[in-house]
């Protein structure tokens, strides 16, 4: 039987550049970011809508894009990434899939994943909502970044169950928490979070980010060490963390 060709999608854009949140913080990724969301936060700092083409750098880490009318060949994204590879050998940590929410296109992800990760580890940034979608992709992920969506930063829901379904699943393969937080975040909020975590696993570190606003962290250095020590008292080895790649002013 021959091979099903693999499909095409949408994407809003390609890029070489620095992990600036997370365990990986510091790493250099390509960066594959894919359209839409299924949450809508008030926070959210990211276009991620879908346009009639995708931006990609030429020369990666040069931060210049060309516009690739959209939707994508698979085998442009995998023909990108081994030149990349070739030209900067060893540059890079992996490939992060993020977004919006990159698990809305599981499907595809299905066909792509098995490829991409002979070329690179996988990295998946997640709203940790959407259990059943990372279940049939685990086995192709090397790590993932998952949120828990607090209420307080949000302005949604916080769905407790739905994301320690997700974490029971991501915790097959390496994992963290983030928590954005602010001010406003209360110490109930980071109780729940914490006890959740802990109840899936004590070796999942959590990863306090504080809301970065127009480049500027609006909390305070006293808040934050508060909430370090009251998740620390339930759930060990928490950082905190901000969105180092505002600071530093890449992609």
Known sequence: MPMQPIP?????????????EGVLVGYRQIFVRFPGCNLNCRYCDTDFSKSESCQIEEIPGSGELKDLKNPVDFNEVKNLLHAWDTALPGAHHSISLTGG???????LLATWLPELK???????????????????LIDDIDWVSMDIKLHSQTGLRTDWETHRLFLQ??????????LVVG?????????????????????VPIILQPVTLDNKINISTKRLLQMQALIAEIQPGVRVIPQTHRFLGVL
Request: hydrophobic share 35%; charged share 25%.
């Open 183 to 203: 001010d406003d975040t209360p110490d109930l909020e980071l109780q729940l979070a914490a006890d959740l975590v802990s109840g899936v696993s004590t070796k």
């Open 8 to 20: 095409k999608t949408d994407l809003v854009e390609i890029f070489s550049s620095v992990q600036g």
């Open 118 to 136: 002979d070329i690179y580890p996988i990295y998946l940034e997640t709203n940790g909502t959407l259990p059943d979608q990372l279940e049939t």
């Open 101 to 107: 929410e990159p698990l809305i296109h599981s499907e």
């Open 169 to 178: 699943i991501a915790n097959q393969t390496n994992c963290y928490v983030k």
